[in-house]
């Protein structure tokens, strides 16, 4: 198993410009989340999803939209990215709600000029 | 939720038991303490979790006082590997939300 992957690993754009992360998983989990995390900080929550076809708001959601079209994808998406969303993006993923353990992907290192 | 208190950094020699304080003095009762570790860029790993009784696993032990205000992490013969941010984190077990602080920088020395 592959578990969580992330796709692009580095991205760089310019003000303005849109982009969409994607995360996927091959466990079958029904919770799936997007996180970042700033230089020397923890990471915060973005948004989260508990199921197919569903999402909502965590922390720090402004700025970003977020699909759950197929149970083993969750897209992050930038509509006119801003210099303030410079960090590094994980995403996790979780069996269910009281699943110990949350499973993170390698990270999206953006930059954002 | 319940914050904590973790040292910014902390150094330990390999080979040597290191262990990491945590202070969580508002915990409620039905809080559990989690620990997460975060290798240079990579994402946060799952390492241990506890209600009120201490916890052994393949990677490290959790030692949770009995008031539960505070809790330590005790990696038993620290490699150059365990170099990394260590998170603790307070929080109901069914709750989807995990709250990350800064944690603890450790950084193991030859």
């Known amino acids: 198993n592959a578990g969580v992957t992330q796709t692009p690993k580095f991205r760089v754009l310019k003000t303005g410009q849109s982009m969409t992360l994607l995360c996927a998983q091959d466990?079958?989990?029904?919770?799936m989340y997007w996180y970042r995390q700033d230089p020397g900080m923890g990471l915060r929550l973005i948004h989260y999803?508990?199921?197919?076809?569903?999402?909502a708001k965590g922390e720090v959601p402004d700025g970003y939209n977020v699909s759950r079209l197929k149970k083993q994808n969750f897209l992050l998406g930038l509509e006119s990215a801003a210099p303030s969303q410079t960090s590094v993006y994980f995403c996790?993923?979780?069996?269910?709600?009281?699943?110990?353990?949350?499973?993170f992907g390698p990270g999206t290192r953006l930059t954002v000029l | 939720d319940a914050k904590t208190t973790q040292p910014t950094s902390m150094d330990c020699a390999e080979g040597r038991a290191a262990n990491l304080p945590c202070n969580h003095s508002?915990?409620?009762?039905?809080?559990?303490v989690y620990w997460y570790r975060q290798i240079h860029s990579q994402g946060p790993q799952y390492i241990i979790h506890?209600?009120?009784n201490n916890e052994t696993n393949e990677m490290a032990s959790l030692i949770i006082t009995e008031d539960r205000k505070s809790s330590t992490l005790i990696l038993p013969h620290a490699t150059l590997r365990d170099t990394a941010v260590y998170y603790c984190?307070?929080?109901?077990?069914?709750?989807?939300?995990?709250?990350f602080g800064a944690g603890t920088t450790v950084t193991v020395r030859a």
């Open positions: 506890g209600l009120k």
């Open positions: 996790a993923s979780t069996r269910d709600r009281g699943q110990v353990e949350q499973f």
């Open positions: 999803s508990v199921g197919e076809g569903t999402t």
């Open positions: 508002t915990i409620s009762g039905n809080e559990y």
């Open positions: 466990m079958n989990h029904e919770y």
């Open positions: 984190i307070v929080r109901v077990r069914d709750d989807y939300k995990l709250s």
